[in-house]
């Protein structure tokens, strides 16, 4: 057991889209990931995923709206819900999700990370 500091964390990489695992309960994951730039339209088919903005801000955008997470806001995307995570700035975001969930969910491209990096 032991405590995590996520600003000395987020120092500890520097790549976008590369969720790293922070911690683990409940076949749950809790990751870091820093965003710059739209990524991909997906969805996942069996989770549901949690964003929770710890510096800066981002678009989620849906098929039909944008809607703007700021510093210390989350938003909860259904599972088969399609979406796409957009930053203007870097933005570090915390991510809780099942220990299975794809980034990319239900596309595999360049931003496809299968094996994700520990903290």
């Known amino acids: 057991m032991e405590k995590v500091n996520l600003a000395e964390n987020f ?4 790549e976008h889209w590369s969720p790293q695992i922070a911690g683990e309960l409940n076949g749950q994951h809790v990751k870091l990931v820093k965003f710059k730039g739209p990524f991909t339209w997906h969805h996942h ?3 549901d995923e ?3 903005v710890v510096k ?3 678009d989620m955008e849906l098929r039909d709206k944008t809607i703007t997470i700021n510093e210390g806001e989350f938003i909860i995307i ?5 979406h796409r995570p957009n930053a203007k ?3 570090h975001v ?3 999700e099942p220990a299975t969930t794809l980034n ?3 596309v595999e491209n360049e931003f496809t990370k299968k094996e994700l990096g520990r903290l």
């Open 11 to 14: 120092n500890l990489f520097t």
């Open 45 to 47: 088919d069996r989770e």
């Open 50 to 52: 949690l964003f929770y």
């Open 56 to 58: 800066g801000s981002f």
């Open 78 to 82: 259904p599972k088969g819900v399609e």
């Open 89 to 91: 700035e870097e933005v």
């Open 94 to 96: 915390l991510l809780f």
């Open 104 to 106: 990319t969910g239900n």
